[in-house]
Antibody, heavy 121, light 110 residues
Framework: EVQLVESGGGLIQPGRSLRLSCAASGFTFGDYAMHWVRQAPGKGLEWVSGINWNSNNIVYADSVKGRFTISRDDAKNSLYLQMNSLRVEDTALYYC??????????????WGQGTLVTVSS | QSVLTQPPSVSAAPRQKVTISCSGSTSNIGNDYVSWYQHLPGTAPKLLIYDNNKRPSGIPDRFSGSKSGTSATLGITGLQTGDEADYYCGTWDSSLSVWVFGGGTKLTVL
């Protein structure tokens, strides 16, 4: 059974940093692209970032480019999102999602339950 | 403003059929596969349709997908109260080099 478990969320002040983690199990982690998707309160789903199977292709939404860094550790079956210079508008439930393919396209077939990030002074 | 355009809401009676549209452009829907997701806020989204019209294992055939040009459609037949949720389309945008979602459609089963 595929499982994705996010952690690392919390209440953080604007301008500070936070690192999210996603622990994966139930599939060959290193064979697939992985993504972060978020949902701000009262808003729709917003794709944040994706990393392909071998970390050679990393992409970001314009809203987080230059502030967020996605990475993966295949030995630990884990995905990460380093979030720097956080803004109030980054407040959201952050989901880890497994890509359908090894590349960044195709969509997402499994999702975690999310970890809540609240940016507020 | 989302790159992909969906109606904010749709509604229909139990056992009826509903369709949800998703409109894009030649750089996204017109150039790549579309997938659809069912989401109850605060829970994990669920993949309903991938590669325009394929259903993952466990998704009933009441759910269907189609694509024509720069638009895609999700169809749901035999509506149940349990189908009430938000539905999102998504695809890769080759011009922006990012994944894009529609704004979401809230389905109400009256």
């Amino acid at each position: 059974e595929v499982q994705l478990v996010e952690s690392g969320g919390g209440l953080i002040q604007p301008g500070r940093s936070l690192r999210l983690s996603c622990a994966a199990s139930g599939f060959t982690f290193g064979d697939y692209a992985m993504h972060w998707v978020r949902q701000a309160p009262g808003k729709g789903l917003e794709w944040v970032s994706g990393i392909n199977w071998n970390s050679n292709n990393i992409v970001y939404a314009d809203s987080v480019k230059g502030r967020f860094t996605i990475s993966r550790d295949d030995a630990k079956n884990s995905l990460y999102l380093q979030m720097n210079s956080l803004r109030v508008e980054d407040t959201a439930l952050y989901y880890c999602a497994k890509g359908l393919w090894s590349s960044n396209g195709g969509g997402f077939d499994y999702w975690g339950q999310g970890t809540l990030v609240t940016v507020s002074s | 403003q989302s790159v992909l355009t969906q109606p904010p809401s749709v509604s229909a009676a139990p056992r009826q059929k509903v369709t949800i549209s998703c409109s894009g452009s030649t750089s996204n829907i017109g150039n790549d596969y579309v997938s659809w997701y069912q989401h109850l806020p605060g829970t994990a989204p669920k993949l309903l349709i991938y590669d325009n019209n394929k259903r993952p294992s466990g998704i009933p055939d009441r759910f269907s997908g189609s694509k024509s040009g720069t638009s895609a459609t999700l169809g749901i037949t035999g509506l149940q109260t349990g189908d009430e949720a938000d539905y999102y389309c998504g695809t890769w945008d080759s011009s922006l080099s990012v994944w894009v979602f529609g704004g979401g459609t809230k389905l109400t089963v009256l």
